[in-house]
C-alpha cells in the first residue's frame, strides 16, 4: 500500500509520507471545520433547508477536495466560501429580492463559465487582467462585508432608523458569548492550536447550552435528507439579464480567490516554478471549478480552495494525499448534523469576524503611495459592506478604477479586460 501511494502522489518526489500527509490533512480539516457549521446557518437564513445544505456542504467539500487530490495532487482542501455564502443570502436573497433556488442557479452558471476558462487557454490572461489593487481590494471588501454580518449575527450592532446602525442591546447573554468566542478563537490561533475556530465556536455552544441560552439537539445521527436542495437550482432565472452581475460576481470572487489560494499554498510548499508559476495549473482550476458546479447542483453557494490548506502544508503536506485525508474527514462529518443544529448564530458569528481580520490583510498590498491604485481599491473596499453587495463593491470599484486612470493619462495601465467590466457594471448601473 506504501509503495502504491508512493507512485500515485509521488511522496518520495515531493520528500513526504503517508504519515505525514495523514497528518497535514488532519490540520487542514481542523482549521477549516468550522465551515459545516458556518454555511448551513447562513444559507438557512435564505430560506434553505439547514439539514440538506449541511448535508451538501459536507458532500461538496469532500468531492471538491477529493478531485483536487487525485487530479491535480494538490494539497488543497476545497468548501464553500466564505464571503461568497454571505453574498448569496444576504446579496442577492434577501437584499436583491430573488429566490435561492434562481441564486444557485446562477452559481451553477458561473461554475460552468469557470470550467470552460478553465479549459481554454485565455484562464492566465483573465488572471492577470485584474490590477493587483483591485484584487486585494475585493478580498478585504469581503471581509468588512462579513465583519458586518458578524456584529449584526451577533447582537452587537443593530438597525436604526437615523443613523442606519448602532450599538446593540449588550445587556442579553448573546452579544457577550459571541464576543467571549472571537477573543477565544483570536487568543488559541495566536498560540498556535490546531482547530481553534471550531474549539471556539463548541466552547460558547456548550456555554450557551449550559445558561439555558441555548438548547442541545444531541451530537450524531445519519446524515439530513439532501432532497430540499438536490438539484432545486433555477438556470433559466440565472440566465435573465438582470441576473448577470450576479453571475459575474460569483465567477470573478472564485477564480481570483481560487488563484490566489493556490499561489499562497504552493508557495509555502515550494511547489512554484523558477518563474513562480504554478505546476498542473490547468488541473487545479478544472477542480476548484467543477466543484462549484457540484455544489450547485448539491445544494450550496460557491466551493471553493481554502487559504486553511497552508496549515496543512505548514506540517509537512506535499501531494494530494494531505487532500483525500481531508476529503474522508468532512464524509465522516455527514453525522454530526446534531450538533450543527446546536450551534446557534452567535457562536458562529466569531467565526465570521475571524475571517474578516484575516482577509483585511490585502489592504496591506495596496501601494498606497499610487492615489489612483490606492483610492479605486478603497472604494472597491467601502462600497460593498456599505451597498450589502459584493457585485456593486466590485462594479464601483471598476469603474473609479478606469476613469481614475484615464483622468489622469494613465491609459496604459488599464487593461482591456477591466474597461470592458467597468463599462458592463456602467450599464447595469443606469439600468436600476
Known amino acids: 500500500m506504501q509503495a502504491k501511494f508512493d507512485a500515485f502522489f509521488k511522496l ?78 444576504y446579496g442577492v436573497v434577501l437584499g436583491m429580492g430573488y429566490s435561492w433556488q434562481a441564486a444557485l442557479g446562477a452559481v451553477f452558471v458561473s461554475g460552468v463559465l469557470f470550467v470552460i476558462l478553465s479549459v481554454l487557454p485565455v484562464r492566465q490572461w483573465i488572471i492577470n487582467a485584474i490590477p493587483m489593487s483591485q484584487k486585494m481590494a475585493i478580498s478585504a ?11 449584526e449575527n451577533a447582537g452587537i450592532v443593530a438597525d436604526h432608523p437615523a443613523t442606519l446602525v448602532t450599538l446593540g442591546d449588550l445587556s442579553k447573554p448573546e452579544p457577550l458569548l459571541a ?69 459575474l460576481a460569483f465567477l470573478i470572487v472564485n477564480i481570483f480567490d481560487t488563484a490566489g489560494t493556490l499561489v499562497g499554498v504552493a508557495h509555502r510548499a515550494k511547489m512554484l516554478d523558477a518563474k513562480g508559476r ?67 448564530l452567535y457562536a458562529t458569528a466569531p467565526a465570521l469576524l475571524f475571517v474578516a481580520c484575516l482577509m483585511l490583510q490585502g489592504l496591506a498590498e495596496i501601494n498606497w503611495s499610487d492615489l489612483t491604485e490606492a483610492a479605486p481599491a478603497v472604494v472597491t473596499a467601502v462600497a460593498m459592506p456599505l451597498t ?4 456593486s463593491g466590485i462594479g464601483m470599484g471598476f469603474i473609479a478604477f478606469a476613469a481614475i486612470k484615464l483622468a489622469s493619462g494613465r491609459f496604459s495601465d488599464i487593461n482591456p479586460a477591466v474597461l470592458m467590466i467597468a463599462l458592463a457594471f456602467i450599464y447595469k448601473f443606469a439600468m436600476l
Open 12 to 89: 518520495s518526489q515531493n520528500n513526504t509520507s503517508v504519515r505525514t500527509e495523514v497528518m497535514a490533512g488532519a490540520t487542514t480539516f481542523l482549521t477549516m471545520a468550522y465551515i459545516i457549521f458556518v454555511n448551513p446557518s447562513i444559507l438557512a437564513a435564505a430560506g434553505m433547508d439547514k439539514g440538506a445544505v449541511f448535508t451538501a456542504t459536507c458532500l461538496a467539500a469532500a468531492l471538491g477536495t477529493l478531485i483536487m487530490g487525485l487530479y491535480a495532487n494538490y494539497p488543497v482542501a476545497l468548501a464553500p466560501g466564505m464571503g461568497l455564502n454571505a453574498y448569496f443570502t
Open 141 to 151: 471588501g469581503i471581509g468588512l462585508f462579513l465583519a458586518i454580518i458578524a456584529l
Open 179 to 247: 464576543s467571549l468566542g472571537f477573543v477565544v478563537m483570536v487568543a488559541l490561533s495566536a498560540r498556535k492550536v490546531p482547530g481553534a475556530m471550531i474549539i471556539a465556536m463548541l466552547a460558547v455552544t456548550f456555554l450557551g447550552v449550559a445558561l439555558g441560552v441555548t438548547e442541545t439537539r444531541g451530537f450524531f445521527s445519519m446524515p439530513p435528507s439532501l432532497a430540499p436542495t438536490f438539484l432545486q437550482m433555477d438556470i433559466p432565472a440565472a440566465l435573465e439579464v438582470s441576473m448577470l452581475s450576479v453571475v
Open 278 to 344: 504554478l505546476p498542473r495549473l490547468k488541473q487545479a482550476l478544472l477542480a476548484d471549478s467543477a466543484a462549484t458546479v457540484a455544489g450547485a447542483a448539491l445544494g450550496t453557494s460557491p466551493t471553493t480552495s481554502y487559504i486553511e490548506s497552508a496549515s496543512g502544508v505548514n506540517v509537512g503536506g506535499r501531494t494530494g494525499l494531505t487532500a483525500v485525508t481531508v476529503a474522508s474527514l468532512f464524509l465522516l462529518s455527514l453525522f454530526l448534523s446534531p450538533l450543527a443544529a446546536t450551534i446557534p
Open 388 to 391: 450589502f453587495s459584493i457585485s
